[in-house]
């Protein structure tokens, strides 16, 4: 069975510290993709990364970093220097290959990062 | 902007009524997708649709009833709602019905049932 752990329901840090949150998953798939999405107060789901299980490399893309390591079956994501516009529920997500029947996204419960000033 | 649009945004109804939620996108998307979130559980993927046909429907109770008349709008039609529906719902959409694709989403509607 797919699953996706959240563990970490809330985090609160101030501005100007780095932050990780934590993403375990659970797959019988080979070929399978990572996702995470941000949703900021005003509701939609904003989509920042995808990654597939052939990809080890981490991903950099300004303060925001992803480390995806299967042999611990985990996908985090770092924010460096965080900002308040940071604060959001990020969601961890898992799909099987493409073309499968079961393509539903396996969602995280989410993580609720807020970014004191 | 994420070229994904809900109206209305906040919805309150009694259990007797009758309302619908609209979704519209102008990105050229052949998939849609309607989800429930409800307050400290994961999304719960409700609806698919592509190229207009429903093809997924997830143990979803009658009382909600999706439409979609082409592929830029997707409905859900609500009826006889319990106050446990009361939740965000949320329309995405996707170039293809391929969860390996980047889905986009709407803001939601906030529904609430008294």
């Known amino acids: 069975a797919q699953k996706v752990t959240q563990a970490q329901t809330e985090i609160s840090v101030v501005e100007k510290e780095d932050v990780t949150l934590d993403c375990v998953y659970e797959?019988?798939?080979?070929?399978?993709?990572l996702f995470w999405y941000k949703q900021p107060p005003s509701g939609e789901l904003v989509f920042l990364i995808r990654?597939?299980?052939?990809d080890e490399q981490n991903e950099i893309s300004g303060r925001y970093s992803w480390n995806f390591q299967k042999s611990t079956s985990s996908f985090n994501f770092t924010i460096t220097a965080s900002q308040v516009v940071d604060s959001a529920v990020y969601f961890c997500?898992?799909?099987?290959?493409?073309?499968?029947?079961?393509?539903?996204?396996?969602w995280g419960a989410g993580t609720k990062l807020i970014i004191k000033p | 902007e994420t070229g994904v649009t809900q109206t209305p945004r906040h919805l309150v109804m009694g259990m007797t009524n009758k309302k619908s939620l609209k979704c519209e996108q102008h990105?050229?998307?052949?998939?849609m997708y309607w989800y429930k979130q409800s307050a400290k559980k994961p999304l719960e993927l409700m609806f698919v649709?592509?190229?207009?046909?429903?093809?997924e429907n997830n143990s979803v109770p009658s009382r909600f009833s999706p439409e979609c008349p082409n592929s830029s709008h997707l409905f859900l039609h609500l009826h006889t709602l319990q106050p446990e529906d009361s939740a965000l719902y949320l329309c995405?959409?996707?170039?293809?019905?391929?969860?390996?694709?980047?889905?986009?989403f709407g803001q939601g509607t906030r529904l609430t049932v008294v």
């Open positions: 995405a959409s996707s170039q293809e019905l391929a969860d390996n694709t980047e889905a986009f």
């Open positions: 990105l050229g998307h052949n998939a």
């Open positions: 649709y592509n190229f207009k046909e429903q093809t």
């Open positions: 797959t019988r798939d080979t070929t399978y993709y």
């Open positions: 990654r597939n299980s052939f």
């Open positions: 997500a898992l799909s099987g290959p493409p073309m499968d029947s079961n393509y539903q996204l396996i």
